[in-house]
């Protein structure tokens, strides 16, 4: 199995980036000096693909096999340009532009992580969206993430704050487009112009 070093290494500087915050305790603005940092026991005896997921989730990226280079990578979980683009000129077929059902949306998150400063034991943190970002008859709905290869709250807590934020994006597009546009994948950024929408 090959793997693609280059993303590693871009996962590796992202990760290496400082981080401000603001400390509610204080009101001051601090800085984290890791954005990502593992700070875990990985079981060997475990599936080796399991492992690497859950270093992945614990490091905010994704897994990743590029099948053009077979290569396995990851994919980090960052705003980035857009690296593909689609319009009239290479969609062709219709477009089906769906939403999620208000039962599927979170608008809470615990993340459980072993906490550094109480000795590794677990604790955990829960964000909950502003009422002002709630749809009309949202119901409570929490997503509980266990992130066991950090023990760093800030680092829990931006987590946390992906995955809560990212599933409210809730447009799901469905389109056909033709073969110029065969070499994206998963976790692409992409843009998309339709006359119609």
């Known amino acids: 199995t090959q793997i693609d070093t280059d993303m590693l290494v871009a996962l590796n500087n992202y990760a290496d980036d400082s981080v401000n915050y603001f400390d509610e305790t204080d009101g001051t603005t601090k800085t984290l000096a890791n954005r990502y940092q593992i700070n875990g026991i990985i079981n060997p005896t475990d599936n080796v693909l399991a492992n690497l997921q859950k270093l992945a989730a614990n490091a905010g990226c994704f897994l990743n096999y590029d099948i053009t280079n077979g290569k396995w990578g990851v994919v980090i979980n960052r705003d980035v340009s857009a690296t ?32 550094r400063e109480i000795r590794d034991k677990i604790d955990s943190i829960t964000i909950d969206l502003p009422d002002e970002y709630r749809n009309a008859n949202e119901p409570d709905n929490e997503l ?24 409210r ?27 119609v929408y």
């Open 144 to 167: 509980t993430i266990k992130l066991d290869l950090l023990n760093e709250p800030l680092q829990a807590r931006e987590l946390g704050y992906l995955e809560l934020y990212q599933n």
């Open 84 to 115: 593909l683009h689609f319009d009239d000129s290479n969609i062709i077929s219709g477009i089906d532009l769906t939403g999620t059902n208000l039962d599927n949306l979170y608008n809470s998150v615990k993340v459980e992580f072993p906490h």
């Open 169 to 195: 994006m809730d447009q799901m597009v469905t389109f056909t487009t033709d073969y110029s546009k065969i070499n994206a994948e998963a976790g692409d950024v992409i843009t998309i112009t339709n006359s």
